[in-house]
């Protein structure tokens, strides 16, 4: 085996062990893989935490096919047809509707041009981040956020820290892709525009989702 390729499996098995230790270590986390496969878990495999933790979480594939876990779980989601979607639930919370589908294209540029919908949560998935076969994230955390508060003041300066947490990561993203555009040409070409284009709405529609849900939130 070539040195370049040992350094390689080696940093693979590395974070095969730690998703496995995070595993252990968070309480009743599940392996949804059966036990006859199960010493053979490999870098496919998903490992989903959320907040809060120990949420209820129902995983759909495009056929329909359907698990129910537990946060935090060990899932492996080539057993679902693409795109596969995720829905955690709490009482105080906002529900997720997260949607996964794979991804091939390692640059924001050509992910955008290639049409995929890019989001804060996936947008800097690395080859490393990835299931070698599936090319679904390797760990996948689920942040809800809540939608009861005691006050409108508390309800406000929570859901302002959301709105300016989201704000910059949108804004670096954006420089992110107008630096790469500036690299291939002296003059951003038409499908650098349209890709800023598309990013810019897909700002927008996740600041909007935010401020329907401060809105949607209730005092108790």
């Known amino acids: 085996m070539l040195k370049g390729e040992k350094c390689v499996e080696q940093r693979q098995s590395s974070r095969l062990l730690v ?20 010493s053979s878990l490999s870098s496919n495999h998903t490992l989903i935490t959320t907040f809060p933790r120990l949420l209820p979480c129902k995983i759909e594939g ?3 096919k359907t698990l129910k876990i537990t946060s935090p779980a060990l899932v492996d989601l080539r057993n679902f047809e693409k795109p596969v ?3 955690c639930t709490h009482a105080s919370y906002w529900a997720s509707n997260l949607i996964l589908k794979p991804t091939y294209k390692k640059l924001l540029l050509n992910r955008l041009t290639n049409g995929e919908k890019i989001s804060l949560l996936n947008s800097r998935y690395t080859a490393d981040d990835l299931g070698a076969q599936s090319k679904l994230p390797r760990a996948l955390h689920v942040a809800l956020r809540k939608k009861a508060f005691k006050n409108s003041k508390t309800k406000n300066a929570y859901y302002a820290e959301e709105l300016l947490y989201a704000q910059k990561g949108w804004k670096s993203l954006i ?4 630096s790469s555009c ?4 002296d003059q951003i070409s038409t499908s650098c ?4 284009q598309r ?5 927008r529609n996740d600041l909007m989702t935010i401020e329907q849900q401060r809105r949607r939130s209730s005092i108790e």
């Not at 420089?175 to 107008?178: A, G, T």
């Not at 500036?182 to 040409?185: G, N």
């Open 175 to 178: 420089k992110e892709l107008i």
């Open 85 to 87: 979607i995720i829905v």
């Open 62 to 64: 495009y056929s329909g």
């Open 193 to 196: 525009r349209t890709s800023i």
């Open 182 to 185: 500036a690299q291939q040409s």
């Open 19 to 38: 998703l496995l230790i995070l595993c252990i270590f968070c309480a009743g986390c599940q392996i949804t893989t059966p036990a006859t496969e199960r």
């Open 199 to 203: 990013i810019e709405r897909f700002m």
